[in-house]
């Protein structure tokens, strides 16, 4: 995974030939996200809020973050459903990938995944992917559902398993997001869910509280958006 440095280093030189000497305001940065209901954007008229719609928050107009996670989704229906080529479209400079929860599903359904065969595999297709489009992936562990019975952890695992297979980054959001919960305790934790009887989705006290972990790990592994701070 360190070997996403490299390829800052070998960035850093043509961004700066971009902005030296020139009068012309160089390209913002762009950030895309990819995933699923806990990522997504919501209308100010509902109180469910997802992570990705506070990552522009951090930063300055240097950087530009598109967030096509929507409701539902899994690694194979944001795949063939025809939003991971709308993502690749926007030519993107980072990628943010999470997926768990809906792959999870009873198998029965259309979008449920296996953690160790096709979830892995769609993995390894983005990551490759976003490669080949000459933009870095950054891979998301699902963040943690508060529920008696996990079925994120061996989606986690794999996807952990994914990025040292490829050394492509990871910011490990089930393992960060678990802690959280377990410092805040129950009463606490429930204070960030979207309503009294969800334990996988957020308010936005919630969300910004996830989205804070995601920065926090999200700065260490591309100084170029460290730079572009609020």
């Not at 996403?4 to 996200?33: H, K």
């Amino acid at each position: 995974m360190k070997t996403i440095f490299a390829m800052f280093l070998y960035a850093a030189p043509m961004l700066a030939q971009t902005s030296a000497g020139s009068n012309v305001a160089p390209t913002p940065l762009r950030l895309a996200i990819a995933g699923d209901s806990t990522v997504a954007e919501y209308p100010a008229t509902v109180p469910q809020r997802g992570w990705g719609q506070y990552i522009q928050d951090y930063f300055s107009g240097s950087v530009r973050v598109f967030n096509l996670a929507q409701g539902g989704r899994s690694t194979k229906t944001f795949l063939h459903g025809g939003l991971w080529g709308k993502l690749l479209a926007l030519k993107p400079d980072i990628v943010l990938i999470q997926f768990g929860h809906n792959d999870s599903h009873d198998p029965k359904l259309p979008e449920a995944t296996d953690a160790a065969t096709d979830y892995s595999d769609y993995l390894r297709q983005f990551v490759d992917d976003v490669r080949g489009a000459g933009a870095i992936p950054i891979l998301i562990t699902p963040v943690q559902r508060r529920t008696k019975v996990d079925t994120l952890l061996p989606y986690a695992a794999a996807m952990r398993k994914v990025a040292a297979e490829k050394q492509a980054a990871l910011i490990d959001l089930y393992v960060s997001s678990g802690k959280l919960y377990r410092d805040l305790g129950e009463a606490g934790a429930a204070e960030l869910a979207a309503n009294s009887t969800d334990a996988t989705h957020f308010n936005e006290k919630g969300a910004r509280a996830i989205a804070a972990l995601v920065m926090k790990e999200l700065l260490d592994l591309d100084p170029r958006l460290r730079n572009n701070l609020r």
